[in-house]
C-alpha cells in the first residue's frame, strides 16, 4: 500500500511534493500501523478514503496551479486541503449563535420588566459623588484580581514547562531533521 501511496503523491505538482510529500508520506505510514491491526473492512475504507484524498489533492493542486489560485481554495471543501491557514474553530458559529441568542433574551426580558413597571412622574435624584466613586475602585480590584490570576496560571504552567512556547520550541519543520522516519517533535 505505501508503494502505491508513493506512486499516487508523484500525481501532485513538484513544488507540493517537495514540501508536503515527506510529511505525508510519515503521516500516512503511522495511520497505516494504526489501521492495519483493525479489522479488514477497516483497511480497505482506510486505503479508499487515502487513494480518493491523493487523487483530489492532486486535482485541486494542479487546477491552482493552472489557474493562478495558489494558496487560495478551488473549492469550498477542506477535507482533503492541506493549506495551514488561520481558521476559527467550528465551535466558533455554534458559540456566537447562543450568545446572539442570550442577548436577544435578555432585551426581551428587559422590555417585559420596562412594561411591567408602572411609570411614575416622580424624578430620580442626583447620583451622589460617593455613588460613583466606588464605581472605580470596584473595578480596579476585579482587574488586579483578574491579573494576579492570570499570573498565577502562567507560573504554574511555566514551572511544569507546559506552556505553548515550551511545546513549540521542541519542533523541527518538516523535511528538515528527521528520526528514524517520523517526524521529530
Not at 467550528?90 to 411591567?116: C, F, H, N, P, W
Amino acid at each position: 500500500m505505501l508503494s502505491l501511496y508513493r506512486a499516487l503523491l508523484l500525481l501532485y505538482p513538484a513544488r507540493y511534493r517537495e514540501e508536503y510529500g515527506p510529511e505525508m508520506i510519515a503521516v500516512f505510514i503511522k495511520m497505516q500501523s494504526d489501521v492495519c491491526t483493525g479489522s479488514p473492512m477497516r483497511q480497505v475504507l482506510f486505503a479508499v478514503r487515502e487513494i480518493g484524498g491523493l487523487l483530489h489533492g492532486a486535482f485541486c493542486e494542479h487546477l491552482r496551479r493552472l489557474a493562478g489560485l495558489e494558496g487560495r481554495p478551488v473549492f469550498l471543501s477542506r477535507r482533503f486541503s492541506m493549506r495551514s491557514e488561520f481558521r476559527f474553530p467550528k465551535a466558533t458559529v455554534s458559540l456566537m449563535v447562543i450568545i446572539l441568542a442570550g442577548v436577544l433574551v435578555a432585551i426581551d426580558k428587559a422590555k417585559a420588566i420596562q412594561q411591567s413597571v408602572v411609570y411614575s412622574q416622580s424624578e430620580v435624584g442626583p447620583i451622589h459623588a460617593t455613588q460613583q466613586l466606588m464605581l472605580l475602585p470596584t473595578l480596579l480590584i476585579i482587574l488586579t484580581a483578574a491579573c494576579a490570576v492570570a499570573m498565577i496560571a502562567w507560573g504554574i504552567l511555566f514551572a511544569f514547562q507546559r506552556s505553548g512556547s515550551h511545546r513549540l520550541s521542541g519542533i523541527t519543520p518538516s523535511g528538515s531533521a528527521r528520526a528514524g522516519g517520523r517526524l521529530s517533535i
